[in-house]
């Protein structure tokens, strides 16, 4: 057997086909990169980009015909579409990876126990005091109200149009679920500094306006993600429990949704990562302030956002306190993310016996 080949087999007709070893891509990867670094350098026009970029398309090329000549055509093009979506992924992390390397170097330079613990009271100018415990508190406060008021009326909604929901009105109900979907930020900020203008008269901010614009925002993510959760709970489960006897709400919120509740804890973290960071809204409605508000109902609210949109837009240490706002949100998200998760793992359904 060939030194290039190990004596991995498959089932049926390829059971006897050689395939290459697993450090085989990984081979091909180097030695292609570095091939590609040679010719680039020596035509003059070496970049790491063009370098990577090179190297990968000559690793794509050369390992599909590697494995064609020694593993058949059919392994050939599993391993070409294998390498073509790991490009893509790889293709996909790079603004990612490129927009956290970009806040996390701006912003850790700034961070500190001060700039935690401490609000804008007082600071003026190109003071180097001053920090954002009132904004993250804000973005906390209003985000979490804003939760409070979308994952009820989302969920509630989803199983409406899962479990009961026929017809004309199942339909429009999707629609305008679809259309909302789509809206501007600035229009869920418009249509609360409306709706609460008119109830409260032009003078009026709070917190609450902001909830209510972010959850004008986030109701339709989670009815959407949720609606899909429930969608691939096995129709069989439902039925079981039919035939014990179970009422159809009791099913519902006793084996669909414990069932599904991993996913929908998901779908709300995304609904949450979707608002978290809006400004336009809150800039409207509730605006900023120097100190903490504790209070949703009543006066203006400081929010990591439009802190940093304020702070950025004045310059000099205001751009560095901007860096720092946006890490500080970064890093609110993540913590968020990890306790879904942990949420979702606990109360998802134990299938071993």
């Known amino acids: 057997m060939s030194a290039l080949t190990s004596p991995e087999t498959t089932h049926g007709v390829f059971a006897s086909m050689p395939r290459l070893p697993k450090w085989a891509p990984w081979a091909s990867l180097g030695a292609s990169i570095l091939a590609s670094a040679l010719i680039l350098t020596l035509a003059s026009a070496a970049s790491p980009a063009g370098i990577i970029a090179l190297g990968v398309a000559v690793h794509a090329i050369a390992l599909t015909a590697i494995s064609r000549k020694v593993e058949g055509s059919r392994y050939s093009t599993d391993r070409f579409a294998t390498t073509l979506v790991t490009i893509a992924f790889g293709i996909a992390l790079i603004p990612l990876v490129s927009l956290l390397w970009t806040v996390g170097s701006n912003g850790i330079s700034v961070m500190s126990f001060d700039f935690l613990n401490t609000n804008m009271v007082g600071v003026f100018g190109e003071m180097t005091e001053g920090g954002i415990f009132h904004a993250i508190w804000g973005t906390i406060l209003v985000t979490l109200a804003a939760t409070v008021i979308s994952v009820p009326i989302g969920i509630l909604t989803a199983i409406y149009l899962v479990e009961y929901g026929r017809g004309a009105l199942a339909r429009g109900?999707?629609?305008?679920?679809?259309?909302?979907?789509?809206?501007?930020?600035?229009?869920?900020?418009?249509?609360?500094?409306?709706?609460?203008?008119?109830?409260?008269?032009?003078?009026?901010?709070?917190?609450?306006?902001?909830?209510?614009?972010?959850?004008?925002?986030?109701?339709?993510?989670?009815?959407?993600?949720?609606?899909?959760?429930?969608?691939?709970?096995?129709?069989?489960?439902?039925?079981?429990?039919?035939?014990?006897?179970?009422?159809?709400?009791?099913?519902?919120?006793?084996?669909?949704?414990?069932?599904?509740?991993?996913?929908?804890?998901?779908?709300?973290?995304?609904?949450?990562?979707?608002?978290?960071?809006?400004?336009?809204?809150?800039?409207?409605?509730?605006?900023?302030?120097?100190?903490?508000?504790?209070?949703?109902?009543?006066?203006?609210?400081?929010?990591?956002?439009?802190?940093?949109?304020?702070?950025?837009s004045q310059g000099g240490i205001g751009v560095d306190r901007a860096w720092g706002a946006a890490l500080a949100l970064i890093v609110i998200v993540m913590l968020l993310n990890i306790v879904a998760r942990m949420i979702s793992k606990y109360f998802a359904p134990k299938l071993e016996r």
């Open 173 to 312: 109900v999707t629609f305008f679920v679809d259309v909302m979907t789509g809206i501007p930020s600035i229009v869920a900020g418009l249509f609360a500094f409306s709706l609460f203008t008119l109830l409260f008269g032009p003078a009026y901010r709070a917190g609450i306006m902001g909830a209510a614009a972010l959850a004008v925002l986030m109701t339709p993510v989670v009815i959407r993600s949720v609606e899909e959760m429930l969608r691939l709970v096995p129709n069989e489960l439902r039925e079981a429990s039919y035939a014990l006897g179970v009422t159809k709400a009791r099913t519902i919120f006793k084996v669909v949704l414990r069932t599904a509740v991993g996913g929908i804890v998901t779908g709300v973290m995304l609904a949450v990562a979707r608002v978290i960071g809006e400004t336009a809204p809150l800039l409207l409605t509730i605006g900023i302030a120097a100190d903490v508000n504790w209070n949703l109902f009543e006066g203006r609210m400081a929010t990591l956002p439009v802190f940093a949109y304020r702070q950025y």
